[in-house]
Structure formats: C-alpha cells, structure tokens
C-alpha cells in the first residue's frame, strides 16, 4: 500500500502534546551553569573600559568575558557575504542592544545581578535609524570601512528597458513600504554549550541548520570543524531566524571554557528575542511598469532599499534574491534593479519565511491591481494573460518545468466566487482581492555543495534508520522522510525511525533554504533508499533463488512479481545480510546534488531543479467610520507538485497564511529613535487563533520530474500573496489604495478622509 499522498500525522506530535519532548531550556547537564549578556544601552559608541571586578568577585559566577578575553575573529555568513560582526563589543558598539559582555554562574539570578556589577564607559557617537538618512553624504557610519553606509549594492540589468517604456501604452510608478516584523516562534534563541579539557566543543542548539551552524562557529571560534559538535533538539519553531550563527553560540563556548569546561546555557527573554534576533528586512520598493494597450508588460524598472540594521548577516543573499525571484511570476522580458542595502543603528535583520518575498510580492502584486484597473482588465485575466507557464525561461534565465500558476489563478477565481463578488461591494464595504506568488525549491545562492546527504539503515529486525543532516524545527521533515523511504522500501511507515540531526553522526547537508527540504533532503532519502532496496533485494535474491530485477516489496514483505506466495520478509533479508560469512548492515547512501546554476546578478542563472508558485484571493469588510479591516476569507492554491503528504502540506499553507495576516494586517516592529516601544508578542500585534479566518486550501495538479515523487517545496507560499490581496481587497471594497504595511485602520481611515476631500486624487496613503 503506497504512503505517498496520505494525511499521516507529524511524527512528534505525541511527545510535544504530552511534553516529552525536550527542548533546549528542558535540558540539565552535570555542572551546568547559566549564561547572561551584558548590552549596549545606546545605539551607537566607542567602547573605553570595561570593569568587570565586582561581578568576577560575586559569589556564584565562575566566569565573565568581554571581547578582550576572546580571539577578535571577525565573521559572517557564508559566501559573498560581509564579515563584520564580534561575538562581543571590542571596540564600537553599534545599536542598542549590542553584546558587551557576558557571565556565567550557579543560578540565572546570581548571573543577572552580575550583570549590574559590570562597569561600562562608553563615549557616545552619532547614529542613524533610517536608511534614507544613512545615504546622506555626511551621515554617521556605522562601520568605518562601508562608505556611504551600503553594504551591497546590485546594478541589474536584462533587456532593453528604455525601449520597451518608449514602446509602452502607458507606464505606473509607485512607492511601497515596507515593515520590520518578527518571526514570532515559541521557544527563543537558546543553547547549551561545552567546551571540553580536550577542546572539543558540543553545542546543543535549537537551529534549522546544523551542519551549517558548525561551520559558523568554528570560523568564530578559530577550531578545526572536527573540533565543533552541534547536536539538534527538539526545536520549537524558526520560520528562518534561526538558520545562522547567534552571536550566544560562541558567547556560551568561551564562558564554558573559562569556567573549566563546564557547559554553559544561554537562553533569550522575549525581550532580547525583538532586539537582538534577526527579523524580517524593511524596505522601501520604487516600481515603474510598463504595459502594452492590451495589457501584456513590457519593462518593469525598480529602486530598492533595504535597511540592514547594524551587521548584514543573511542581508545581502536577501537582497540578491529580492532582485531575482519575484519577476519570474509572470513574463516580463525587460528588468531593470537599482537594489541597495544600508546599515543602520538598529539590530541585525534576517531570514523569515519567504526571504524577501513578502515585501516584493506586496508591491508588485498592489501595482498589478493598479494596472489592471486603469487598463479596464479583470485583474484574474491580466494576471493569467501574464502568467509564467511550463516551459518558459524567465527573463533572469530560470527554467520553469511543472508551473501551476495558471491552474491556481483560475482555482481561486472560481473557489471564492471572484466574478459575482468584485466590484459590487462598495456600498456595503465588502470586496475581493489576488495576488501571485513564486518560490524557490533547491536554491543555490553561494558557489560549492548546494545538496543533501543522507543515509537509510536496515536492521536485522526489519527496522529502517534514515539518517539525515536536515533538520526537523516542526516542519514535518522526518514524517516525509520516513514516508519516502517507506515508500522505496516496501515498508509499513511505523517501522521507519529518523534521526536527529548531530553533526558527529549525521552526514553534511545544507539546510532549509528556500522550501529545499522535500526536494533536496528528500531526494537524498529517496536516494539513500534505493541503494538499500538494491543491497536487500541482492540477499532476497538468493533466498528466493530468483533475479534482484524480479523482486518487489510491500508490507515489509519481498515476492517476486506475479508469485506473491514466494516470499521473504524484510527482516529475514537484513539477517542474512548481516550474518553470513562476511556480512555487513544494509546501509544506502544518497547524494542530492542539483543540476542548476549558482544565482547571478550579472547573468542569466537557473538556481533551483523546480519552483512552486501560488494564488490567493482575499474577502475583506471594511468599516468605513474606523478603518477596522476584517478578513472574511482567505482561498489559496498552491503549486507544490505532487503533495507527500496532506496534513502537513495543509498545515504548512494555514500557517504560513496566518504569518502573512499578521504582517499584512496588524503586525510592526516600531522603532522610535532607533528604540523599540514594542518588543512583546501582545505589544507588536501577533495574530493569535482568534484572528484566523476561514481559510480555503487547494493543491495543482502539478507532477515534478525532479523532486521526489513529483513533489516540490510549498512551506513559504502561504504568506508572500496575503498583504497585497488583501490591500486590493481593501481597494475593491471602499475604493481606497494603501501603499504601506501594516494596513493599519488609522492609515485605512487617513485614506477615506482624504478621498472624500479629494486633497489627493489616487487616495494613495
């Protein structure tokens, strides 16, 4: 009986409802000490002296460090990236909130109270907090060696983008903004390190990406990578920020060193996790298109400004897709992208659930409405006049193979009654809005191995270890691995067992770019899977005195095709295997290597084997008195190939919806002078279940030929349309367009009034 298609529940579901599972604050190690930072209360200043005396004196803290008692290793992410970030203040601290120094002691009360015995002179420099303002020859730097405060800058440039506008029916330009917003997982940044007498250190660590995380922290640390262990627990959430090097990881290695190598956790407050964390980028998005009088676009040029915050991080790669990803959902041969990204004196930014492509999405999807409308085009037909199909190679060089997107717009047209809706809600302030997606499966941004390894175990009792270095943070990776390999093995599901990542164990694979696991971490599997099923059907072969080409399996079971009752069972197979003169396990290995280009902004790339794309339409009332927008229904359909599993695809679409509610509708990280008034989930506007709206979910009849199966990755195609179809729902229903997130009902409200005063024309706020 096959397993691929059907509504399994997650694996862990069991041990999280019963609270078995044990995260990293649930674990308690012999000796184990308790880290705190120590951070910068201004936004901006060079470090003079620091004191440490009265805290190393306070009973119970066996360590304190600064960025003096440390190597001074420099160090970012990854390749074409910036190395400009400490593990703690040396010399400059750069927004408030930076680390300065750190304790470690018996108890986390002890560690606070020496956290204050900590003396800290700082001289205060001048700071900037918007990335306008960081342009503005003369503006204080944030780093000495970033001229002008840009810490990337893409000049792109495909076509003839002059013509195609000197050709054009007519051409738009808009401004959008928009907000900083934070991922909002359960359980913050936490860790539990031990560096060891011997220098080995072992990092338990609630990340999405532990073979990665190695790396960083032996570069920060300056140890061989054989030196550096991570082991993953369970993970409560990430939705992207936990995916690189947290400056508490090598904070917690050299306290634990110091201490006489007893390990040592450090876990965030929420507080700490709104300002020193890495929450989604804000931007402000410049778009000028240009159409042709029956409404197919001809050129789109852009102007793009990222603020970084103070160290870049995963920034730039962000930027670098920013300037890619979007313009591959509909034909549009000629782009032009003028993309900055600016430090600024505000804490780092990073990677959340669809890397950049909320806020492209937001702007060009707004303008498509705007388009449409003045042109007298339905906006469900404009979009499918241009829509991205099978076969097409978009104007960056990416080769579309299974592309849904027409299926899907055409699905939400018809599921929420588009036709009989749009237009006819002004009088009562009801009204419906779309919006497009695409996302990215195994994206390769940085030159090297962009794959996945892993390995499948039978053991001489019929049971299957997959082995994976892909992550499980909640997302449901090790219930589609072991489907896969149940799958290829023939195998009941509940007799498959899959690891957690550890880095000593497990084999190297990249991480959770891009809604690569399925694709990628599952092909390995798949891989993995059928060198095992050939090792095994080789031993059944001989038990069966049949040919290996004959044999196929089910229920844990071997036959040979057209004689089921010549049989053998898995576990029979694996024994012999392993106890015949000169046995061994049954061990499959699988390499997932794919074949694309390393993404470039200077050229014409194919990044990732498939993408997946999205539709979404958004039913919205709107109460004219107080701005207040209710979202009455959400309908999505979503390219994600062939769907593994139900359950968890739903599962992902819902949540990945309900982030984008937030971001669209309620949530913004505020920053008054470079300080945030709001870093709670109760004060920056988190939707809980109460603000979840009927959501309609709906897959393609999409078949990959690469992904395993036929699937491809779709955990970040729920959010990126919501804001912009609920802004065109916004406009459908009281003829009012909203430009900048969140739609806020003062801004709602600002809109109407200066309609009805007609003081601007376009009602654009």
Not at 289 to 312: E, F, H, K, P, W
Request: hydrophobic share 40%; with cysteine.
């Amino acid at each position: 009986m096959s397993v691929i298609g059907k509504p399994f529940p997650i694996r862990d579901a069991r041990e999280k409802a019963l609270g078995t599972a044990e995260y990293t604050t649930d674990l308690k190690m012999p000796g184990m000490l308790y880290g705190k930072v120590l951070r910068s209360p201004i936004h901006h200043g060079r470090v003079l002296s620091i004191d440490t005396s009265r805290a190393e004196a306070l009973p119970g803290v066996r360590a304190v460090i600064t960025g003096r008692d440390i190597k001074p290793i420099i160090y970012g992410f990854g390749w074409r990236h910036r190395k400009d970030k400490y593990a703690l203040a040396i010399d400059k601290v750069r927004y408030k909130g930076d680390e300065i120094a750190a304790v470690a002691a018996v108890d986390e009360d002890t560690a606070e109270e020496a956290l204050d015995l900590i003396k800290v002179e700082l001289e205060e420099l001048p700071a900037v907090f918007d990335a306008d303002a960081a342009l503005v020859p003369g503006a204080p730097l944030v780093h000495d060696d970033a001229p002008g405060n840009i810490v990337k800058a893409y000049d792109i440039h495909k076509g003839d983008v002059d013509r195609a506008f000197a050709d054009a029916f007519k051409v738009y330009e808009h401004r959008f903004a928009t907000q900083r917003v934070h991922q909002s997982y359960l359980e913050p940044y936490g860790c539990v390190v031990h560096w060891d007498p011997f220098g080995k250190v072992t990092a338990w660590i609630g990340s999405m990406n532990n073979s990665g995380i190695r790396l960083m922290l032996a570069d920060a640390l300056d140890l061989p990578v054989t030196k550096v262990r991570v082991i993953q627990p369970w993970v409560g959430g990430s939705f992207g920020s936990k995916v690189t090097l947290c400056n508490i990881y090598p904070i917690a290695a050299y306290l634990s060193k110091k201490a006489g190598s007893k390990p040592v956790r450090i876990i965030y407050t929420r507080e700490e996790e709104f300002y020193a964390s890495r929450p989604r980028v804000s931007c402000v998005i410049h778009v000028k298109t240009g159409v042709t009088r029956d409404g197919c676009l001809l050129a789109r040029q852009v102007r793009l400004i990222n603020d970084a915050g103070a160290y870049s991080e995963m920034a730039p790669a962000m930027l670098e897709v920013m300037c890619h990803r979007s313009d591959s959902v509909y034909r549009i041969p000629n782009v032009r992208i003028d993309a900055k990204l600016v430090y600024t004196n505000k804490s780092s930014i990073g990677a959340y659930r669809g890397y950049g492509n909320p806020q492209m999405t937001f702007a060009y999807e707004s303008q498509f409405d705007v388009i449409a409308d003045d042109l007298g085009i339905d906006p469900a037909e404009f979009r499918l006049k241009n829509a991205t199909r099978p076969g097409d190679v978009t104007t960056h060089g990416w080769q579309i193979t299974s592309c849904g997107l027409p299926d899907a717009i055409e699905t939400v047209r018809d599921r929420s009654k588009w036709a009989e809706k749009r237009g006819k809600g002004r009088d009562v302030a009801r009204g419906v809005g779309m919006a497009c997606t695409i996302h990215e499966g195994d994206d390769r941004h940085y030159l090297g191995f962009t794959g996945s390894n892993a390995s499948v175990e039978i053991h001489e009792d019929g049971r299957v270890v997959v082995i994976s270095g892909e992550g499980e943070y909640g997302q449901g990776f090790q219930t589609i691995a072991a489907q896969i390999a149940a799958e290829v093995l023939g195998v009941p599901l509940e007799s498959v067992d899959v690891t957690f990542p550890d880095t000593d164990r497990t084999p190297y694979a990249l991480g959770p770019w891009g809604s690569r696991l399925t694709i990628s971490g599952g092909n390995a599997v798949r891989m993995a899977a059928e060198d095992a099923r050939k090792q095994l059907f080789e031993v059944a072969a001989e038990k069966l005195e049949a040919r290996a080409e004959d044999l196929e399996s089910s229920e844990g079971r071997i036959f040979v095709k057209g004689s089921i009752e010549r049989s053998i069972a898995v576990a029979e197979a694996a024994s012999a295997a392993l106890y015949r003169w000169g046995g061994k396990l049954i061990l499959g290995r699988g390499t997932e290597e794919p074949n694309t280009t390393c993404m470039d902004p200077d050229a014409q790339s194919n990044p990732c084997s498939a993408y997946s794309f999205a539709a979404q339409v958004a039913e919205v009332e709107v109460d004219r008195k107080t701005g207040q927008v209710k979202l009455l229904g959400l309908y999505t359909s979503n390219d994600g190939g062939n769907i593994l599993n139900t359950t968890l695809a739903e599962g992902q679409v819902v949540g990945c919806a309900l982030q984008g509610i937030g971001y669209a509708c309620t949530e913004n990280m505020m920053f008054i002078d470079g300080a945030q008034p709001n870093p709670s989930f109760l004060q920056s506007g988190v939707p809980n279940a109460l603000d979840v709206p009927p959501i309609d979910v709906h897959f393609t009849d999409t078949d990959d030929p690469y992904g395993p199966f036929g699937a491809k990755g779709l955990s970040e195609l729920g959010a990126p349309p919501v804001a912009a179809a609920v802004a065109n729902a916004i406009y459908d229903a009281v003829g009012v367009r909203l430009t900048n997130l969140p739609l806020a009902p003062e801004k709602v409200v600002r809109v109407l009034r200066q309609k009805s005063t007609a003081t601007k024309g376009d009602g654009q706020s």
